[in-house]
């Protein structure tokens, strides 16, 4: 079928689904069960995959899939703005648990030709809570302890349920700094690319903003049947429980592994990447220094009233000043 055709047909087929992706899951499940015959046949339902928790390595991430896309944004500074509930819960599970579990399904599906058809729900929304909100709050704080190399503003993600807020945001955070960056780079005859990246990002995350203004109840009792059938020696090595993860820690690892290991950078070179982050936050305070003068100085010209608030606050700062040396000299 051409792209128009597709384009009319989509909607009637997917009809109140979010998008083709979660239709075509559906599909996928619909047919093993219908083909499955004898065969001890299992679905497993994992979540938002991320980085690893423990192996092979912490914080281990090959690909710019889900959230760790979303962390590289917005640990460039890039994303700062992004529709969402920062109540609602980020079903974020690692690929280690995921896989952990998956091998524990494959085993108990073949050697218990009862449990044929069931379906295993590997998720950490009821039994260990992530938020939206715990993500925003998290990332900054570990992009601001550890950031990356190639950092062009200083890491601050927001999420805001409100669509008009969520555009004048992006008018004001996004495209006028990006058209700003694109001019310095224009007047040194570089290839201008910020406002392209923006674009790209803002198509990129407005395909989750579905998924990070809702949340779901997922059943979990498999999990724990299956944990409860293994011996306490296969629970370690195949660890699945989602209670054992400690969120701060592991977005910790996950904003690092993002650096490490999709980004390509060296940890060595943090001390590099910290003095330039502590470059923009003088840079970022001069702006705003500067623009509050400037919104004075219009106010003053233009209200009688800020002009005397203005001389008050002055006199006082003046009077304060003078009485310095008193003051000392009385210490």
């Not at 599906?109 to 295993?120: D, F, P």
């Not at 943090?270 to 705003?288: D, E, S, Y």
């Amino acid at each position: 079928m051409g792209t128009e055709i597709l384009n009319m047909l989509t909607p009637k087929m997917i009809k109140d689904r979010p998008n083709t992706y979660t239709y075509t899951k559906s599909i996928a499940e619909y047919l093993v069960h219908e083909a499955r015959g004898e065969l001890p046949v299992a679905i497993f339902r994992p979540s938002i995959v991320g980085a690893s928790w423990e192996e092979p390595v912490p914080g281990w991430v090959d690909n710019f899939n889900g959230p760790t896309g979303l962390l590289a944004a917005i640990g460039n500074g890039l994303l700062r703005n992004m529709i969402g509930d920062p109540s609602k819960t980020a079903d974020i599970i690692p690929v280690d648990t995921a896989s952990n579990m998956m091998i524990a399904c494959s085993w108990i599906t073949a050697v218990n030709r009862s449990a044929i058809g069931n379906v295993y729900h590997c998720t950490t929304g009821q039994l260990n809570k992530l938020t939206w909100g715990m993500v925003e709050k998290d990332s900054y704080k570990y992009f601001m302890k550890n950031p990356v190399n190639t950092v062009t503003r200083i890491p601050n993600p927001r999420f805001t349920k409100n669509l008009i807020h969520h555009e004048i945001l992006m008018l004001f955070d996004h495209m006028i700094p990006a058209y700003i960056m694109d001019f310095f780079l224009w007047i040194q005859g570089k290839r201008t690319i910020f406002v392209k990246i923006q674009d790209r990002l803002r198509r990129s995350v407005g395909s989750l903003d579905f998924f990070t203004s809702n949340e779901w109840q997922f059943a979990n009792g498999n999990l724990y049947m299956l944990l409860n059938k293994m011996t306490t020696e296969d629970q370690k090595t195949f660890n699945f429980d989602p209670k054992l993860i400690d969120w701060s820690k592991y977005m910790e690892r996950y904003c690092l592994g993002t650096k490490q290991f999709v980004l390509k950078e060296e940890l060595s070179e943090l001390p590099r990447a910290r003095k330039n982050l502590q470059r923009l936050q003088r840079i970022n305070l001069f702006i705003n220094v500067f623009g509050l003068i400037i919104l004075w100085r219009l106010l003053m010209n233009r209200f009688t009233m800020a002009k005397s608030l203005w001389n008050f606050l002055m006199g006082w700062a003046v009077k304060i000043f003078k009485s310095l040396p008193t003051l000392m000299k009385a210490t």
